[in-house]
């Protein structure tokens, strides 16, 4: 979002950012400097080293008056935008800068922060290996000498040589319109290492400074005597086609908030943003992957990243009136980070999850009993979907993907006795099933699967002991002195039960729940209780003999708990472990009005809004967002997944009789700037 500033303003924020600036980097020396606001082709360091960057080239020169970030009167920028070439074409662009940098030895650096902004007018998509600082002994790998930044298939690139040779580090992989790789675009980029490790940084005038990638590195850093160049290689045929402006080399690592007070500075953006207004949300926009014809209906939808950084998503389609049990999955693939989307396949299967690891891209789901299918080029084409052959029931139900750099996991829904018609929840039990990351999935012998405890085995109005409702937790560390007591009794409804599982793990050996003795899951299924907030909670432990045991979970006080509070848990949700912030994601819907009675507008079937949450144990949750309302039909069965930066979403939108049921894909941007 924009945050209109009148030029007095703007010039306000500007110089008292400066200001800042002086005292707040005043622990990394300033070696080179260029603001580029001149209006001829030289430009003075105001750096440590005063040498002069020359400008070459046949379509570059001064930028015109407020051509540069903060479009303010007086900032100026380079400007390359005359070429029609980027990166090594025909013909070459020969436009660069240029100084032989006096005194810049890369070799006496033991740290470095190198920060810029460009503004390119094509696509880093394509194989342009655009050189963007290049003090190098060679343009073509491997570099023998100094070190070299280029962009490369929508991410950036830095190639450094140490005495163990060369290393090459690489930022996220940005799609089309995000992160470095946006077009018209001011984009702030930062570089640092602090003796051992390289680490990416992205900005923009309009968003804050996020982790764009790391990397390893010892160093020393081989030097070379060789020019600085920005914008093009020593060949000049690898130039940049757009705008530079304000670019920086210090001799330490800055931090990311002084990176953030550098951006704010030279965006002239407020540090303090503006307060108050209603929530609104805040992924809005989608791109349509499918939309329903009169004869169909679409159900829940799933989403993957793969290595290559195409997105696949999933959806679910029945005929009008059919059975649940009959459904086809529909597999879609984007290569452009989710605008344009190409069904690939129909599979004969439902409830699926998309699960991607080293031996290919794998749909899990449902046709009577468990199957798979597979993709061995990046989901393009699929082989049928191969039976496991359990013998067992299970249910439609849909949840996320656990995976670690060692085995993957799924909690599918098993349904173990048939003592009970129509809403059977309560005889459904959340397993667990893993396997190594490297093994062929498609195969059952390289599945460990849980044993089956289900809801009604736990929780029952009709249990022997006559005590239901007991499985809270509470009290949750042991009193002095405590009444025993049922938690609640319940009114009459379908019996109470769970769906949708989830399963992740606790990684935090501070955490109650976690187990340094054995591997252990937790599974969060959506809790069919009449009420809403609550999801039911399961561990399965993994046993010496290598079998998986599902049991309750206990609290310090030495009561077990199979319900806790959820955002959203009474329906489906999806849960993501974003290892960068170290915090588990969760996307819901939120109830309309839970303490309405039905027969008077209220109950839990309206879902107004799709809501994000975040949580470092999974049990306090934070709000983070709104991501989309109901605008078009209740967004419900909604899937989230990580690309670098941004969070990929995919839902179904339940429209009206005028409107068909939508497959919609959404991406959140830096979404990690929402923690708090």
């Not at 090594?88 to 006096?102: C, D, F, G």
């Not at 051992?196 to 968003?207: A, E, L, N």
């Not at 600085?228 to 020593?234: D, F, H, Q, Y």
């Not at 249910?395 to 993907?401: F, K």
């Amino acid at each position: 979002m924009k945050h209109p500033l009148s030029r007095l303003r703007r010039l306000v924020v500007l110089t008292a950012g400066l200001c800042a600036l002086a005292s707040s980097l005043s622990a990394q020396t300033l070696k080179l400097a260029y603001t580029f606001d001149e209006s001829t082709t030289t430009y003075a360091s105001s750096g440590e080293l005063a040498v002069p960057l020359t400008s070459r080239g046949n379509f570059q020169g001064a930028g015109a008056d407020a051509s540069g970030v903060s479009g303010l009167p007086g900032d100026r920028a380079w400007d390359a935008s005359a070429n029609t070439t980027q990166g090594a074409v025909t013909p070459a662009n020969n436009a660069a800068l240029t100084t032989p940098a006096t005194g810049l030895d890369l070799s006496q650096l033991t740290g470095f922060t190198i920060a810029f902004w460009f503004r390119t007018e094509q696509s880093l998509d394509a194989d342009a290996a655009t050189r963007l600082v290049y003090k190098a002994d060679r343009a073509t790998t491997p570099v023998g000498q100094g070190l070299t930044l280029r962009s490369f298939s929508g991410r950036l690139e830095l190639r450094i040589a140490g005495p163990a040779g060369e290393a090459v580090i690489n930022s996220f992989d940005f799609p089309f319109g995000s992160g470095y790789n946006k077009i018209n675009s001011w984009i702030f980029v930062a570089l640092t290492w602090d003796g051992s490790t390289i680490q990416y940084y992205c900005g923009g005038r309009d968003y804050r400074v996020v982790l764009a990638g790391s990397g390893a590195f010892t160093g020393p850093i081989v030097n070379n005597t060789g020019n600085l160049i920005l914008g093009n290689t020593s060949a000049f045929n690898r130039g940049l086609d757009g705008l530079f402006d304000n670019f920086r080399l210090y001799d330490g690592a800055l931090t990311k908030a002084e990176l953030e007070t550098l951006r704010q500075s030279d965006a002239a953006v407020p540090s303090v943003l503006p307060t108050g207004g209603p929530l609104r949300p805040m992924a809005p926009d989608f791109a349509v992957i499918a939309a329903a014809d009169s004869a169909q209906t679409l159900g829940a939808a799933q989403i993957v990243r793969l290595a290559s950084g195409r997105l696949l998503a999933s959806h679910e389609q029945r005929p009008v009136d059919a059975k649940d049990d009959t459904a086809a999955t529909v597999i879609s693939s984007s290569d452009d980070g989710g605008i344009n989307w190409t069904p690939r396949a129909t599979l004969a299967l439902g409830s699926a999850r998309l699960i991607a690891t080293a031996t290919g891209a794998h749909v899990l789901g449902l046709a009577e009993d468990l199957v798979i299918a597979r993709s061995l080029d990046d989901g393009a084409t699929w082989s049928a979907p191969i039976a496991f052959g359990t013998g067992q029931t299970w249910n439609r139900s849909l949840g996320n993907v656990w995976q670690t750099s060692e085995h993957v996991a799924v909690a599918l829904m098993q349904r173990i006795t048939r003592n009970r018609e129509g809403w059977t929840h309560g005889e459904l039990a959340p397993v667990v099933w893993r396997a190594p990351a490297g093994a062929d999935l498609t195969q059952l012998a390289n599945w460990t699967r849980s044993d089956a405890v289900s809801f009604s085995d736990l929780f029952d109005k009709f249990d022997s002991e006559g005590k239901a409702g007991r499985y809270f937790g509470v009290p949750f560390r042991q009193p002095s002195a405590a009444a025993e007591g049922d938690a609640f009794q319940r009114q009459a409804l379908a019996p109470v039960g769970w769906l949708d599982a989830n399963v992740v793990q606790l990684l935090d050996p501070q955490h109650y729940w976690h187990n340094a003795a054995a591997p252990t899951w937790h599974v969060l299924t959506r809790a069919q209780t009449g009420s809403a907030g609550f999801a039911a909670l399961l561990k399965v432990v993994q046993q010496p003999d290598g079998s998986l045991q599902a049991a309750p979970e206990v609290v310090p006080s030495g009561k077990k708990t199979v319900l806790l509070p959820l955002p959203g848990g009474e329906e489906r949700f999806n849960i993501r472990y974003d290892s960068v912030s170290g915090l588990y994601w969760l996307l819901s819907t939120q109830p309309e009005d839970s303490m309405r009675r039905p027969d008077r507008g209220g109950g839990l079937a309206a879902r107004r809004v799709l809501t994000l949450h975040f949580s470092r144990n999974l049990v306090d949750w934070c709000f983070a967002a709104i991501v989309a309302d109901n605008t078009l039909g209740d967004v419900v069965d909604a899937a989230l997944e990580i690309d670098n930066l941004d969070l990929a979403l995919v839902s179904r939108t339940r429209g009206s009789a005028s409107q068909p049921d939508l497959i919609t894909f959404r991406r959140l941007r830096n979404f990690r700037d929402l923690t708090y």
